[in-house]
């Protein structure tokens, strides 16, 4: 039984029970700010209701993926500013990116709640510290160290520890995880032998340079954002009058995803609080997949033994995905284990049928990225926007066969984790103009022919290198190209919501989603880590090399690393609205051993496999198999060294990336002005006729029959068709289309 929140009880509106709730989640970009308190509450299941309306005490809410989490604490947030029980400036709502902060900003501002404060620990916390710095110190704040990863090489190679690229990385990564869990230098090595940690060198070694990296640091009168939440808990513990300071401005604390806190930020939150109980906070255990950086879902589990009075929210009705997705899901936490299992949510789909998930067998990687792109190219036909498609895999060197394959079968993508939109050059220059244009009114000349926002928008942009058609290729120009569309389907958007809306009220929107990080979405599929995908959700997802070894990873050794593997795959599988694909491969090469086998995590849910026991045949009982139309062929081997070649991009050369290219530089040329050429007739990006690497591969192989153009990978059966008699004629030293002439 869920204990009263002391609040008067609101009925809901006789609208709910017949359909009239609004989604959880994909809602309207531009929403109406409701007209009253009450209002905010419309649309709201009874159990976010529950959450809107729990404004006293300490509050838990245990929310499932998909099922409005953010929506319940954004209305909670906006009923209570609206209801005029919180003030805005006494608001703190804490979260763990920049872009969950922006969204949530965005939401609230949406709902009439603009003054709220929604940061990231991070953020929150460097504003008291540049704030206190002088009252608490003195003097000037130490610089903030923006990368870490040049201070610790440095600090390595001072202790004549010599790391490779790959093992810098991942000791600056034990670094940040031994400060969040407020582990010293001295004590590192103890502390990794108590947590069970696989540390990526001698935790003696790591010691060093921890230690040399903390001294260095010193010297040069630095902190990095680590020190940023260890010196604010410093200054609040030891300074009881800044303490007080900060809990009369902050008396209400709102913490999302709160299965992700670490040791660290759970003390400053602390100190935020002092002896009161105003905090209301969300989270899924069954979501904690970041333990590597010292998080852990003690403090959501524990929430209830810390405060026995809490009022406890569960939210299980899924929005998002399709009881065929959902049922996955729910399967896939079934067979956990562990105490995170023990409070695992059972989520129920409030949506439609859709089909049922896909589970293709591949013969290798390559015709596992191939088949993926060939069936991403078919829902973009049917009808499915490429932004809302994504391909998710575990770590991030699987993307480069991806993007090799979606590129060749002409479709656009963007890379997880690129820079700010708001941040982007082309966009600070488009929001410029657009500015000027509102000021100018109709003494702007560009602005004379041109009545709706959208047009107004679109001939501003066309200033700024916007164009009806994309632009030819992929890069600078086309990301560029990219940035500007997203503002022309922004405008587009705006004005349906606000037919009477000018250019200054666009202009005053972009500033507003600016000051949140609140973006448009830039059309493209989405390729992305597992761990990158959380927050997000797309129409259709592909979770893709699905093995044993890289699902659960390999170096899961643990019962609880290997449920943390199963809790990922459990994100990425709730990402998904709708479509759902699970591929794996059985080998890695053309022509290798089979020897792979799919994951654990699927036995007992995928057709055809058992609970437990060997993995049943690929191609039974439902599963597909992939790549039907793709050859059986050999290992690939360098034509310069002979060496077998596992690596995406040098088996579509054909020879290792540090032997000598014998490429015919002429010809290389000759073939991208033919490429150009039929971009432009066909009016498609230059990738969609070949990538750059296929055409150095054929300028290197010069292939004279079609057979030998056909085993250059990249070029498929329907480019062979479509393109292969130019391609031969260009290395024969003719000009394309000579034989039809002839003929």
């Known amino acids: 039984m869920r204990q009263p929140c002391g609040q008067p009880p609101h009925p809901p509106p006789a609208t709910w029970q017949h359909g009239g709730v609004t989604a959880a989640t994909h809602s309207s970009l531009f929403p109406q700010v409701p007209e009253s308190a009450d209002a905010v509450l419309d649309g709201l299941d009874p159990e976010q209701r ?206 999302d995803e709160y299965q992700d806190v670490s040791p660290l930020q759970q003390r400053l939150l602390d100190l935020w609080l002092g002896d009161r109980e105003s905090l209301c906070v969300v989270g899924d255990a069954s979501q904690t997949i970041y333990s590597f950086t010292g998080a852990t879902p003690d403090h959501l589990l524990n929430f209830r033994t810390r405060h026995p009075g809490a009022t406890v929210v569960k939210l299980v009705r899924d929005y998002r995905s399709t009881p065929q997705v959902v049922h996955l899901a729910n399967g896939l ?35 596992e990225a191939e088949g993926t792109a060939r069936r991403i190219r078919e829902l973009i036909d049917a009808g499915v926007p490429a932004g809302e498609i994504a391909v998710l895999y575990r770590i991030n060197a699987q993307s480069e066969v991806y993007e090799q394959a979606l590129a060749d079968a002409g479709v656009p993508y963007q890379l997880r984790g690129a820079e700010r939109f708001f941040e982007r050059q082309e966009v600070r220059e488009a929001g410029i103009a657009l500015r000027g244009a509102a000021r100018a009114g109709g003494n702007d000349a560009l602005l004379d022919d041109v009545e709706d926002l959208p047009s107004q928008v679109r001939a501003v942009l066309s200033t700024k290198g916007w164009t009806t058609e994309p632009p030819a290729g992929s890069g600078a120009v086309r990301d560029r190209w990219e940035s500007l569309a997203a503002l022309v389907r922004l405008a587009e958007d705006f004005v349906r919501a606000r037919p009477q809306a000018t250019l200054a009220d666009l202009v005053a929107e972009l500033d507003e989603r600016a000051a949140a990080q609140h973006a448009p979405t830039v059309q493209g599929v989405t390729l992305a880590s597992l761990h990158s995908a959380k927050g997000l959700e797309w129409d259709a997802v592909f979770l893709v090399g699905l093995t044993e070894g890289m699902m659960p990873i390999t170096y899961a050794k643990t019962d609880e690393q290997v449920e ?119 009016g498609q990006p230059a990738y969609c006729v070949f990538t750059d690497k296929t055409l150095m591969a054929i300028a290197e192989a010069v292939p004279g029959t079609e057979t030998e153009l056909a085993g250059i990978s990249g070029v498929g059966g329907r480019k062979l068709d479509r393109f292969g008699a130019d391609v031969l004629a260009i290395c024969a030293g003719e000009e394309p289309g000579e034989a039809d002439e002839e003929d």
Not at 342 to 365: C, K, W
Not at 575 to 580: D, E, M, P, T
Not at 610 to 615: E, K, L, N
Not at 619 to 630: D, F, I, K, P, Q
């Open 50 to 255: 529950e959450v809107a309306t729990a404004l006293h005490g300490p509050v838990c809410v245990l929310a499932g993926a998909g099922t409005g989490k953010t929506r319940a604490i954004t209305h909670r947030i906006a009923y209570g500013v609206r209801a005029g029980i919180l003030q805005p400036a006494s608001v703190l709502a804490v979260t763990f990116t920049n872009r969950a902060a922006g969204e949530m900003r965005g939401r609230l501002r949406q709902l009439g709640a603009g003054g709220v404060q929604a940061r990231t620990f991070h953020s929150a916390a460097l504003r008291q510290l540049q704030y206190f710095w002088p009252k608490a110190v003195g003097g000037d704040m130490p610089r903030l160290l923006e990368r870490k990863i040049q201070l610790v090489a440095e600090a390595a190679a001072r202790c004549r520890i010599r790391l490779d690229r790959n093992e810098l990385r991942d000791v600056t990564g034990e670094i940040e995880w031994a400060k969040v869990t407020q582990t010293v230098p001295a004590d590192y090595p103890a502390a990794v032998s108590k947590s069970l940690r696989d540390a990526p060198r001698d935790p003696a070694e790591i010691s060093q340079v921890y230690a040399m990296y903390e001294q260095l640091k010193r010297d040069r009168s630095v902190i990095d954002f680590e020190d940023v939440l260890l010196l604010t808990v410093g200054i609040l513990q030891d300074r009881h009058d800044i303490a007080d300071h900060v809990r009369r401005q902050y008396q209400h604390f709102v913490v």
């Open 333 to 367: 936490l079934g067979q956990a284990r562990g105490r995170a299992a023990e409070h695992r949510l059972e989520l129920i789909s409030q949506r439609e049928p859709g089909p049922e998930p896909s589970y293709v067998e591949y013969a290798d990687e390559p015709a």
């Open 564 to 682: 943390e593997e199963r809790r990922l795959l459990y994100v990425g599988v709730t990402r998904a609205r709708l479509h759902l694909s699970l591929s794996w491969a059985l080998s890695r090469a053309p022509g290798g051993r089979a020897s792979r086998r799919p994951t654990r995590f699927l036995n007992g849910i995928r057709p055809g496999s058992a609970a437990a026991g060997p993995r049943t045949a690929g191609g039974a009982g439902g599963v597909e198999r992939g790549g039907g139309r793709r050859k059986r062929r050999g290992p690939v081997l360098c034509r310069v060294c002979g060496k077998t070649l596992t690596d995406a991009g040098e088996m579509k050369l054909m020879r290792c990336e540090d032997c000598p290219s014998d490429m015919d530089e002429a010809l290389y040329e000759r073939l991208r002005e033919w490429r150009s050429d039929q971009a432009k007739e066909l």
